[in-house]
DNA sequence: TTGTATGCGTTATCAA
DNA sequence: TTGATAACGCATACAA
């Protein structure tokens, strides 16, 4: 099959024009249905199969959604990206998903290429919210909406969760377990979550009127399960009077972490360290001891950043919005003993 | 930005034919330097950017590859998705990603979408390696790949993982430290997968020479972590002398909530259980008692797949082929004690 | 009800 | 070195 058949074909062996063809396919009810079996016929026959990149070319616009994930080992943007799709699907719009892997570069790459394709919008969780590369597909045309991240400025529509309180859910949490002495496991605090969420903390610490110095921070170059061990060797290696006798973690890959050096090392959480993580991913709650978490509506944030989205090509009127969405505390045997 | 620029308006503003506007893209080196600058300066002014459709309709093909894959949330498939990226990446491709989620309606749409895109080729782990759609996809003309699945027939190339070798492996492990009456806990065994892996454990028990009634099935409705928990109650619920020691779990999903049910009822694993997991995910080492599981070069199995389908597009000799990976037992604490 | 003609944006061929 | 033109496949306005 060198050659795929086109309308043309589909005239010639139909022995009708090429208009009736086009007729066939967009206004069936205005053929003969005489002709339009002869026609259908005839595509059957050729497997005929529509060329997408024509009609986009005619109509002017393309009928793609991307979405271009953080990681896609993370289970957190994998269920971000579930609701996405059933928000394209419900539009009938095919869905481009792209995984920057935590690359600027790649990130930008995968950019370029949908402004190319002339997708209708983008979604994305920006390596870096505030680069200038977003602001580049937006001046070329492309609408853009942040997910799980909140960008200075108002040039955009972001869907994300209030970390601060999140931070300040686990936190309180612990300090109504009777933990005094708390340590937050996480990092790097460039990253927004990150220092939102230490920042929450810090807050429901200071409201509770516990010293300052009792919560530690345990910074971690990221956030991942190795990040979690790494955390858990340095929490032992203090002397056991000033070891934190909780731990939040700022994700659950790393609280899984963290959870397994403790129990290969024999202790007992959360006898030895109650540990709370963030997000709720599917393994927190299977882990074998399972693991108090913090919960965001996952799935509705990749859904409402859809609509946003689809408002902002549909809607002349749009105007950019910041939603946010409440966390939820879910607690389990890693606080609850 | 209404409608974003052509080649034909770069033309106009840098006062020069449309045609010198393409050699300044596409052949750089036939343009004058100063001429080129001008050019340059209109693109940059009037944020032009290549219209990939139209390109396409020129080309007659498109430079995209797809990869659909069976579960997202399942961090196997991530995996590979992520060698298939890399693939696609070092060919200068870009990757459309989607997600079946197990469902062959959602498959049967995405594959119209993707050959009506005119996508170069498609890789895919199917619902159904043997369902009619497949051949539907190759009939219209573009070739496909069949990823971590086996084919019946040689109509397509396919990547998959020896599944009989893996249950042998996972299998004479446990024979090895010493069991004697092992679960095989999975399905349905309509999956290839499931049922191949099963053939493998029963090969190496009766190699062993061990009675066929000590190898017991705990049939599954599916692959997830709750069936794996639900495998733990029935388990639990034997009578205790005829309760197995060990379990060979058919992923590791199921082992990790088979673990986690095992521990949270103050069972202990190895001691009381043995436990076996496949695929060697991430979450399978960092569980609490890290588990045994046999390991699939995941991200190999997605770059060869691409190979595969970039030869099958670009060589006329083409022959199909069927590459089988080996897997390999890694070895950990849920066996070792 | 059906046929004809035009243009979407790009690239390549050929002429100037 | 640059310019004019045709073609890719489709959808639509309009003519028959």
Same mark, same amino acid.
């Given at each position: 099959?060198?050659?795929?058949?086109?309308?043309?074909?589909?005239?010639?062996?139909?022995?009708?024009?090429?208009?009736?063809?086009?007729?066939?396919?967009?206004?069936?009810?205005?053929?003969?249905?005489?002709?339009?079996?002869?026609?259908?016929?005839?595509?059957?026959?050729?497997?005929?199969?529509?060329?997408?990149?024509?009609?986009?070319?005619? !109509? #002017?616009?393309?009928?793609?959604?991307?979405?271009?994930? @953080?990681?896609?080992?993370?289970?957190?943007?994998?269920?971000?990206?579930?609701?996405?799709?059933?928000?394209?699907?419900?539009?009938?719009?095919?869905?481009?998903?792209?995984?920057?892997?935590?690359?600027?570069?790649?990130?930008?790459? *995968?950019?370029?290429?949908?402004?190319?394709? %002339? /997708?209708?919008?983008?979604?994305?969780?920006?390596?870096?919210?505030?680069?200038?590369?977003?602001?580049?597909?937006?001046?070329?045309?492309?609408?853009?909406?942040?997910?799980?991240?909140?960008?200075?400025?108002?040039?955009?529509?972001? /869907?994300?969760?209030?970390?601060?309180?999140?931070?300040? @859910?686990?936190?309180?949490?612990?300090?109504?377990?009777?933990?005094?002495?708390?340590?937050?496991?996480?990092?790097?605090?460039?990253?927004?979550?990150?220092?939102?969420?230490?920042?929450?903390?810090?807050? !429901?610490?200071?409201?509770?009127?516990?010293?300052?110095?009792?919560?530690?921070?345990?910074?971690?170059? #990221?956030?991942? /399960?190795?990040?979690? %061990? $790494? !955390? #858990?060797?340095?929490?032992?290696?203090?002397?056991?009077? $000033?070891?934190?006798?909780? !731990?939040?973690?700022?994700?659950?890959?790393?609280?899984?972490?963290?959870?397994?050096? *403790?129990?290969?090392?024999?202790?007992?959480?959360?006898?030895?360290?109650?540990?709370?993580?963030?997000?709720?991913?599917?393994?927190?709650?299977?882990?074998?001891?399972?693991?108090?978490?913090?919960?965001?509506?996952?799935?509705?944030?990749?859904?409402?950043?859809?609509?946003?989205?689809?408002?902002?090509?549909?809607?002349?009127?749009?105007?950019?919005?910041?939603?946010?969405?409440?966390?939820?505390?879910?607690?389990?045997?890693?606080?609850?003993?």
């Amino acid at each position: 099959m060198l050659r795929s058949a086109s309308v043309k074909d589909v005239a010639a062996t139909a022995g009708v024009s090429l208009g009736t063809v086009s007729n066939v396919l967009n206004r069936p009810e205005r053929v003969s249905p005489s002709t339009r079996a002869r026609v259908e016929q005839a595509m059957a026959d050729l497997g005929f199969v529509r060329n997408e990149s024509a009609r986009q070319l005619r !109509a #002017g616009k393309s009928r793609l959604l991307a979405y271009v994930m @953080l990681d896609a080992t993370n289970p957190f943007f994998t269920d971000v990206a579930s609701g996405v799709e059933d928000a394209a699907e419900a539009a009938d719009l095919s869905l481009f998903m792209c995984n920057s892997s935590n690359s600027a570069t790649r990130e930008k790459a *995968y950019l370029e290429h949908l402004v190319e394709q %002339r /997708v209708q919008g983008i979604l994305i969780t920006p390596v870096d919210p505030d680069s200038s590369t977003l602001d580049e597909v937006i001046r070329r045309g492309t609408p853009l909406v942040v997910v799980d991240r909140i960008r200075a400025g108002d040039t955009v529509c972001s /869907v994300s969760v209030d970390d601060e309180l999140g931070g300040r @859910l686990a936190v309180e949490h612990l300090v109504d377990r009777g933990h005094r002495r708390v340590a937050y496991v996480g990092g790097p605090l460039s990253i927004g979550q990150v220092s939102d969420r230490w920042a929450g903390a810090c807050r !429901a610490w200071a409201d509770a009127g516990l010293p300052e110095e009792d919560l530690v921070q345990i910074a971690t170059g #990221g956030l991942k /399960v190795d990040e979690g %061990r $790494r !955390a #858990g060797e340095r929490l032992l290696g203090l002397p056991e009077r $000033r070891r934190p006798t909780a !731990a939040f973690c700022a994700n659950d890959l790393t609280a899984l972490g963290l959870l397994q050096h *403790y129990i290969t090392r024999s202790r007992r959480v959360p006898e030895d360290l109650a540990i709370v993580g963030y997000d709720d991913i599917v393994f927190a709650a299977a882990a074998a001891v399972p693991i108090t978490s913090v919960r965001q509506p996952r799935q509705l944030l990749g859904e409402r950043a859809a609509a946003l989205l689809l408002d902002e090509t549909a809607n002349p009127q749009h105007v950019h919005e910041r939603v946010v969405f409440t966390p939820e505390l879910v607690a389990r045997a890693s606080t609850l003993g």
